[in-house]
Each structure stands twice: as structure tokens, then as C-alpha cells.
């Protein structure tokens, strides 16, 4: 039964989670065992890369690793999608401002003549074939994350002629975007099925949807897992102007949003991700569930061994914006320098974190009165100082809405006997999970948990801490508050 952190650690308090997206950059055993002694909490598997086979294993390896060193992880996997592609081309062509790129469906007859009027400098086809009806003329497309742009000129059934307004080099199978075009495509694919029954399989503890675009797509997983058994929490991906002009609908639904900055910030004007991903993080704060800030949060340091200027401002507003994680993606995949992007983060955190008002989040709605005694305990155990709140959870309700108060300064120690939940846990602000078996006597469960904080260092003796427990008064149980101090070891 292990804490998240091995009792050899120094128990520094770190509110703001790290995910890292494992590749060929951090997948062996010795760099998962480093970047997780680092201080990575949350694994993702991009299973845009990602076979499920890859999923069996590089599960079995990751706890195999946890389990060795003694310091847990969860598991994200992410589901690659419905996404627009190009196809395949023979070379790389080279695209200047003013050629014709055709877009041709892969339904179309090779033998019907062309039906647009046009000199094309290059044809390639596209992977949806609704994209002739969805788009009109005069619409942008981006290809290959934003590097080219252009303007429709024409289309038919089959067919669209699109001029290249900023020339660029195109390669095989390249992203599409298209900003502000309703796209009508299913929310899992087949080879998203197949990776979430291996994945589920795995027993993976997160899965993050991408491009979701309505509260709909988000059922569907969800239907998906129940009917698959999985305990799995749903993360789900804003990326595209739909998902953000139904964020309230979609964070009802789900567990947990990505503010997957990539697509996002090619579908809406970069000028407004600022302001998009603050509206976000308080949407999410405002309904006690988890936000993660993700892509290009230190770019450079997949060639660099430290990070921009900019990019530490941008960490550092994820921070003060409370955010419960940052992300790490291509830094970490095939980064040249994996751990040092890790420590950059872990530093930033360290730095920031201090400066924010410890102020409670005062936007969360809290609809049932446990949860405003969850609020109680967190005053408590600011005002108390050198403290921290206990709760015991097999739902994760309790620990959820704690990190979603956000009381700066204050660990959450979470316990649970519910081995899944103890690895979601690792994810929401400020909560320190630990796995433990709860006895039929609640005070033994709660000496229990003092014991194991003292033991691993989380606590010394002496040390005052809040307990959101129940009692039975009068054959009737009762949500309490209770102070209980951590006794020196006898």
C-alpha cells in the first residue's frame, strides 16, 4: 500500500499537477522511472501514435516502474478521434501564395472528369467525404496545424479547388482544420474502440476524448465505458469553436476538460486562446471539476535544455490561473531533454504557487451541505497554518470538491481503499492520495491514516489536521468536523 509519494522524499507541497505524454523519448523503464521520480503525476498515452498493443504493455511497464520506486502515477489515455486528413503524396510539394491545392473525397470516381474548372498545382484527397457539403466557398481550411492556409474558390459534390494564401510545404496524411464549419463526424472511431477495450483491459484510469464538440459526444464514451464496466474518468478535449460554444454543457457531462491549446488555437483567432482558456479554467472552477492547460507549454524544450522567457510566463499564468495540471506533450515524446522540461515545471510551480491569494474559490456552486462543511475545514485549516484536511473517499466526491475550493497552502489527504480511484485522485489540485484499507471501526481508520502521515513524513508529531469523518449518534450517521493531532510514535 503505497502514497503517491515514497516516504525517502522530501514532502515538498506542490498544489498544480504535471501530466507528461510518454513516446520514444520516455517509454524504456529507466526514463519512466526518472520522470516519475521527478514528479510527474499523471501519464498520457496519444494514441495518435499509439497502437493497442503499445497500451498492454506500456500499462504493465508504467506499474511495473510505480511499484519499484514506490511513487504512483495515473494513466490518461488519448483517444485519437475523428480528425480530417489529407492522403497520401508521392514527395513533399512545395505550395507558394496564389497555387491551387484540390481536395478530391476518397468516395470520388477516378474516372469521372473533374468537375471544376480549375488548374490545380497539386490533388490530394480528403479522409471525410461530408467536406464538399460542410464547407462553403469563400471558407477557410488550414492544413497541417495552421502552416497553410486557404480560401475555398470552388467546390462540388466530390471536389474543392482551395488557393493557398500562405505558401508552405505538404507531406502525407496532414491535419485539417476548419474553423467555425460544423463538422458532422462520430465521436469514437473504430480504432478508438479498439484502443479503449485494450485500454480498459490495461485498467487505464482516465480517458481523454478528443474534439468533442457537444455534451452528446461525451454520453457516448460514457455509455461506451458503462457498457465495458470501466471505472475510467472522462477528460474531454476542447480544441474547435463548437466545443468551446458549448463548454457548460460538455463540463456538466464530463469528469474533467483539456484546454488543448494545438487545435484550439488554429480554429479560433490566437488572439482570443487567452481569454478562452481563463474562461475555461473558471467554468471548470465554478463546477468543481479539473482543468487541465495543455500544448506548447515549453515548446522549446524539445530542442532546448531550458525554456523560453515566454514560455515560463505562460506556465506561470496556468498557474496563478489555478489550473489543476499542466501538460506536457512533444517535450516529453521526443524531446531531447524530457527531464529537464519536468524540473522546469516543477520549478515554475514552486514559484508561483506561493505568490497566489489563498483566497478559496469563491465561483464553485457547493449543492449539498457536506460540501459546504468541506469548505468549513479548508478555512479551518488555513487559519489553523502548518495543517491540512483528511477525508476518506471511495467516490472521490469529497476530494474533488476540496481541490476545487482551492485552499492554498493546505494538502488534501485523500484516502481511499479503491485502487482506481487512488490513481484519478492524483489529478485534481492540491490532493495527495494515499491507498489504504479502511476498517469496520472508523477510529481505527482514522489512527490508521495519522499513522501512515506521520510514518511517511507527510506530518510531524504535533502537527493539528482536519478529519471530514462520520459518526453514528443515536443510530443515525453524522457528517463531522473533527481536530485530531498527529501523536509522536511510541
Same mark, same amino acid.
Given at each position: 500500500m503505497m502514497s503517491s509519494i515514497d516516504s525517502s522524499q522530501h514532502r515538498s507541497l506542490r498544489h498544480t499537477k504535471i501530466i507528461a505524454t510518454l513516446g520514444p523519448a520516455t517509454e524504456s523503464e529507466s526514463m519512466l522511472e526518472k520522470i516519475i521520480d521527478a514528479g510527474v503525476d499523471v501519464v498520457r498515452l496519444n494514441m495518435a501514435h499509439g497502437s493497442s498493443q503499445w497500451v498492454i504493455d506500456i500499462v504493465a511497464r508504467i506499474r511495473r516502474v510505480s511499484d519499484r520506486i514506490g511513487r504512483h502515477v495515473a494513466v490518461m489515455m488519448d483517444v485519437k478521434g475523428p480528425e480530417i486528413r489529407t492522403g497520401m503524396v508521392d514527395q513533399p510539394v512545395v505550395l507558394n501564395a496564389g497555387d491551387v491545392l484540390q481536395l478530391v473525397t476518397e468516395d470520388a470516381d477516378p474516372d469521372t472528369p473533374n468537375p471544376l474548372e480549375v488548374t490545380a498545382r497539386l490533388t490530394v484527397s480528403v479522409n471525410y467525404r461530408d467536406l464538399p457539403s460542410a464547407i462553403d466557398v469563400g471558407q477557410t481550411v488550414m492544413v497541417d496545424s495552421g502552416l497553410l492556409r486557404m480560401k475555398v474558390l470552388a467546390k462540388s459534390t466530390t471536389h474543392i479547388a482551395c488557393e493557398v494564401l500562405t505558401p508552405g510545404t505538404i507531406t502525407s496524411r496532414r491535419h485539417i482544420n476548419l474553423p467555425g464549419v460544423k463538422i458532422n463526424l462520430p465521436a469514437l472511431t473504430e480504432k478508438d474502440h479498439r484502443d479503449l477495450e485494450a485500454g480498459i483491459k490495461a485498467d487505464i484510469d482516465f480517458v481523454a476524448l478528443s474534439f468533442v464538440r457537444t455534451a452528446a459526444d461525451v454520453q457516448t464514451l460514457r455509455d461506451f465505458l458503462t457498457e465495458h464496466q470501466s471505472q475510467a474518468k472522462i477528460v474531454s478535449k476542447i480544441e474547435d469553436q463548437s466545443g468551446v460554444r458549448n463548454m457548460h454543457g460538455i463540463i456538466e457531462k464530463s469528469d474533467?476538460?483539456?484546454?488543448?491549446?494545438?487545435?484550439?488555437? *488554429?480554429?479560433?483567432?490566437?488572439?482570443?486562446?487567452?481569454?478562452?482558456?481563463?474562461? #475555461?479554467?473558471?467554468?471548470?472552477?465554478?463546477?468543481?471539476?479539473? $482543468?487541465?492547460?495543455?500544448?506548447? #507549454? #515549453?515548446?522549446?524544450? *524539445?530542442?532546448?535544455?531550458?525554456?523560453?522567457?515566454?514560455? $515560463?510566463?505562460?506556465?506561470?499564468?496556468? /498557474?496563478?490561473?489555478?489550473?489543476?495540471? $499542466?501538460?506536457?506533450?512533444?517535450?516529453?515524446?521526443?524531446?531531447?531533454?524530457?527531464?529537464?522540461?519536468?524540473?522546469?515545471?516543477?520549478? *515554475? *510551480?514552486?514559484?508561483?504557487?506561493?505568490?497566489?491569494?489563498?483566497?478559496?474559490?469563491?465561483?464553485? /456552486?457547493?449543492?449539498?451541505?457536506?460540501?459546504?462543511?468541506?469548505?468549513?475545514?479548508?478555512?479551518?485549516?488555513?487559519?489553523?497554518?502548518?495543517?491540512? /484536511? $483528511?477525508?476518506?473517499?471511495?467516490?472521490?466526491f469529497l476530494a474533488y470538491v476540496l481541490g476545487a475550493l482551492r485552499p492554498r497552502g493546505v494538502p488534501i489527504y485523500a484516502f481511499t481503499d479503491n485502487e482506481t480511484l487512488f490513481h484519478q485522485l492524483l489529478l485534481p489540485w492540491g490532493v495527495e492520495p494515499f491507498l489504504m484499507p479502511f476498517s469496520e471501526d472508523p477510529e481505527q481508520t482514522i489512527q490508521d491514516a495519522l499513522s501512515m502521515l506521520r510514518d511517511r513524513g507527510w506530518c510531524a508529531p504535533g502537527t493539528t489536521l482536519g478529519f471530514i469523518t462520520n459518526i453514528l449518534a443515536d443510530g443515525k450517521i453524522v457528517d463531522t468536523l473533527q481536530l485530531r493531532t498527529v501523536e509522536a510514535e511510541t
Open positions: 474533467g476538460i483539456m484546454v488543448a491549446r494545438g487545435d484550439l488555437g *488554429i480554429e479560433i483567432d490566437f488572439e482570443e486562446l487567452p481569454l478562452v482558456q481563463s474562461q #475555461l479554467i473558471q467554468a471548470c472552477q465554478a463546477e468543481g471539476k479539473p $482543468v487541465i492547460v495543455a500544448t506548447h #507549454l #515549453l515548446e522549446s524544450m *524539445i530542442d532546448s535544455p531550458i525554456p523560453t522567457r515566454a514560455e $515560463v510566463s505562460d506556465v506561470s499564468n496556468a /498557474v496563478r490561473e489555478q489550473a489543476d495540471a $499542466v501538460m506536457l506533450s512533444g517535450e516529453t515524446t521526443t524531446g531531447a531533454y524530457p527531464l529537464e522540461a519536468v524540473d522546469a515545471l516543477k520549478r *515554475i *510551480i514552486s514559484s508561483i504557487e506561493p505568490s497566489i491569494d489563498s483566497k478559496l474559490n469563491a465561483s464553485i /456552486v457547493l449543492r449539498e451541505p457536506k460540501a459546504m462543511l468541506l469548505r468549513s475545514s479548508a478555512t479551518l485549516a488555513q487559519e489553523l497554518g502548518d495543517s491540512g /484536511v $483528511v477525508v476518506f473517499t471511495r467516490s472521490g
